[in-house]
């Protein structure tokens, strides 16, 4: 059964930092991705890893500031120099294939950072 099950989100000040984190079982996936959704806004690509580590891509908004990783069944976004408008519930997702749309999502947690 697969479960992609997110966790680390919370209430931060802008400038701060968080670590959130997913558990991606039940398959062997080629690449994960965390995506973003704000209130009244579409759902927006983050960052993007394959199962290798290697290909790393970045959404021009938080280039610099966040970082994905990945070890094992676990996937990570850190988070750095959070601002107001990074506020949006964060979703894991993963794929067989290395390109296309994802086909595996998590439940999303929510990131709420303070001005």
């Known amino acids: 059964q697969v479960q992609l099950v997110e966790s680390g989100g919370g209430l931060v000040q802008a400038g701060g930092s968080l670590r959130l984190s997913c558990v991606a079982s039940?398959?062997?996936?080629?690449?994960y991705g965390w995506f973003r959704q704000a209130p009244g806004k579409e759902r927006e690509f983050v960052a993007s890893?394959?199962?290798?580590?290697?290909f790393r891509y970045y959404a021009d908004s938080v280039k610099g500031r966040f970082a994905i990783s990945r070890d094992n069944e676990m996937v990570y976004l850190d988070m750095n120099s959070l601002k107001p408008e990074d506020t949006a519930v964060y979703y894991c997702a993963a794929d067989l294939a290395l390109t296309g749309a994802y086909g595996y999502w998590g439940q999303g947690t929510q990131v709420t950072v303070s001005s």
């Open positions: 039940g398959r062997t996936f080629s690449r």
């Open positions: 890893i394959r199962r290798s580590g290697s």
